[in-house]
């Protein structure tokens, strides 16, 4: 049994506090640059500041802070989640990823320890998506990649983002001054709740990300032809839900089996779908992902292709749609390594595992080499559910493992 101590302790009783900001008094909702979030981000910097940290809010709102290192405007390693959630969250989800570090930093503040690099702690604004439909906000400014055509975007009230960011004391026209310099940039670790059931059921604490998948994501419409459930004959039929019934079963045998591998079909539905009517139209949703592209990317070859062949043999039309693409992000392997070396070092089980979910590290990519470490998470490995578990021992866990990557850690530079 792990040994619970005051960083596991803290980390937890800090994720109840920062819940308490919230849109809704009745469930977890914070999203980008509402008064919520704000005051989430004046806690994070608080906490920060206490650690010994300096603190800063960039143009994105991105919260910043900086332990220096033995010298001044050292090249830092950064580490860091986001503190938005989805709609009715649960607690950890990238929260962790921010309260971790914290922590640890703390303890080497109380030590007066100091390292040959700064350390910074980025608690990315924005990572969901949840209020104007764009993902990775945060992170993409820090990258340099921030599309400002998202500006422009609205919200469910009809602000754009553009106006809501200067409304809360933030210059989109600053944005690409928040992009680091890959010089000053050592690397990225990302701490994160696994977001699944792999290290729960194998009863392991941590793991070390191989990659973040990629994803493929489409919106396809079978169109067949109604007819009346009693009069038209089965071999006579054009039916579009048995159609798109069908192929989401191929999607099913093609995605399993195959490591890394998954598909799903999200959303299916029947457009003014009646009882005793042959359905003339079927609509969903593909989500395929693997954490390499070219295995991600035979897959989609493999389900279009059948998807053509069952539309022509059952007599019906159609209209596929891609709306999302996103390549994989592999971790570096010299960073997989010192991650490793610090679990053994910890005592702890070795597992590697690929991430299905996205997250900053994908767009920081860009920017530096990146690693992640899972954490266990319980409930069956729910998240962005208010169901979303965690234990102190795990969090205590995972914060000496951190400890031990960043004490021990040889950059590339």
Same mark, same amino acid.
């Given at each position: 049994?792990?040994?619970?101590?005051?960083?596991?302790?803290?980390?937890?009783?800090?994720? !109840?506090?920062?819940?308490?900001?919230?849109?809704?008094?009745?469930?977890?909702?914070?999203?980008?640059?509402?008064?919520?979030?704000?005051?989430?981000?004046?806690?994070?910097?608080?906490?920060?500041?206490?650690?010994?940290?300096?603190?800063?809010?960039?143009?994105?709102?991105?919260?910043?802070?900086?332990?220096?290192?033995?010298?001044?405007?050292?090249?830092?390693?950064?580490?860091?989640?986001?503190?938005?959630?989805?709609? !009715?969250?649960?607690?950890?989800?990238?929260?962790?990823?921010?309260?971790?570090?914290?922590?640890?930093?703390?303890?080497?503040?109380?030590?007066?320890?100091?390292?040959?690099?700064?350390?910074?702690?980025?608690?990315?604004?924005?990572?969901?998506?949840?209020?104007?439909?764009?993902?990775?906000?945060?992170?993409?400014?820090?990258?340099?990649?921030?599309?400002?055509?998202?500006?422009?975007?609205?919200?469910?009230?009809?602000?754009?983002?553009?106006?809501?960011?200067?409304?809360?004391?933030?210059?989109?026209?600053?944005?690409?001054?928040?992009?680091?310099?890959?010089?000053?940039?050592?690397? *990225?670790?990302?701490?994160?709740?696994?977001?699944?059931?792999?290290?729960?059921?194998?009863?392991?604490?941590?793991?070390?990300?191989?990659?973040?998948?990629?994803?493929?994501?489409?919106?396809?419409?079978?169109?067949?032809?109604?007819?009346?459930?009693?009069?038209?004959?089965?071999?006579?039929?054009?039916?579009?839900?048995?159609?798109?019934?069908?192929?989401?079963?191929?999607?099913?045998?093609?995605?399993?089996?195959?490591?890394?591998?998954?598909?799903?079909?999200?959303? *299916?539905?029947?457009?003014?779908?009646?009882?005793?009517?042959?359905?003339?139209?079927?609509?969903?949703?593909?989500?395929?992902?693997?954490?390499?592209?070219?295995?991600?990317?035979?897959?989609?070859?493999?389900?279009?292709?059948?998807?053509?062949?069952?539309?022509?043999?059952?007599?019906?039309?159609?209209?596929?749609?891609?709306?999302?693409?996103?390549?994989?992000?592999?971790?570096?392997?010299?960073?997989?390594?010192?991650?490793?070396?610090?679990?053994?070092?910890?005592?702890?089980?070795?597992?590697?595992?690929?991430?299905?979910?996205?997250?900053?590290?994908?767009?920081?990519?860009?920017?530096?080499?990146?690693?992640?470490?899972?954490?266990?998470?319980?409930?069956?490995?729910?998240?962005?559910?208010? !169901?979303?578990?965690?234990?102190?021992?795990?969090?205590?866990?995972?914060?000496?493992?951190?400890?031990?990557?960043?004490?021990? *850690?040889?950059?590339?530079?």
């Amino acid at each position: 049994m792990i040994q619970t101590t005051d960083k596991g302790a803290t980390i937890m009783h800090r994720a !109840d506090e920062l819940a308490r900001h919230s849109e809704t008094p009745d469930m977890l909702t914070r999203t980008y640059l509402t008064e919520a979030h704000q005051g989430a981000a004046s806690q994070i910097a608080r906490w920060m500041a206490e650690a010994g940290m300096s603190v800063r809010r960039d143009a994105a709102g991105n919260v910043i802070g900086r332990y220096e290192g033995s010298t001044v405007n050292a090249p830092s390693l950064l580490t860091g989640s986001h503190f938005d959630t989805v709609r !009715d969250a649960g607690k950890y989800d990238g929260i962790l990823g921010i309260l971790l570090p914290i922590a640890c930093i703390a303890e080497w503040h109380r030590q007066g320890r100091r390292f040959p690099f700064a350390i910074e702690v980025i608690g990315f604004a924005e990572e969901e998506g949840v209020r104007f439909k764009a993902t990775l906000l945060g992170s993409r400014a820090i990258a340099g990649t921030f599309d400002e055509a998202v500006l422009d975007k609205c919200d469910n009230q009809g602000q754009t983002m553009r106006a809501v960011m200067n409304a809360a004391g933030f210059n989109p026209a600053a944005l690409a001054e928040a992009a680091y310099k890959p010089q000053t940039v050592l690397g *990225f670790v990302e701490v994160h709740i696994e977001q699944g059931p792999v290290l729960l059921d194998e009863n392991l604490p941590v793991g070390v990300v191989t990659a973040i998948s990629g994803a493929s994501r489409f919106m396809v419409e079978v169109l067949g032809l109604a007819g009346h459930a009693g009069t038209v004959p089965m071999g006579l039929r054009r039916d579009a839900a048995m159609a798109a019934a069908e192929m989401g079963l191929y999607i099913e045998k093609r995605c399993s089996g195959i490591p890394g591998v998954v598909g799903t079909v999200g959303q *299916f539905s029947i457009p003014n779908g009646a009882t005793n009517v042959v359905p003339g139209k079927a609509v969903f949703t593909i989500d395929i992902r693997a954490e390499r592209d070219d295995v991600r990317e035979a897959a989609v070859r493999d389900v279009l292709s059948e998807m053509e062949r069952i539309a022509k043999r059952r007599n019906v039309d159609l209209d596929i749609n891609r709306t999302h693409e996103a390549k994989s992000a592999p971790c570096a392997d010299w960073l997989q390594e010192q991650l490793a070396d610090a679990i053994s070092a910890c005592g702890l089980p070795l597992r590697h595992l690929p991430s299905g979910a996205g997250h900053d590290a994908m767009a920081i990519a860009s920017l530096t080499d990146v690693a992640m470490l899972f954490v266990r998470c319980g409930n069956g490995g729910i998240s962005h559910h208010p !169901d979303e578990t965690m234990t102190e021992e795990d969090a205590q866990a995972a914060a000496r493992v951190l400890s031990r990557f960043v004490e021990n *850690f040889s950059s590339r530079l």
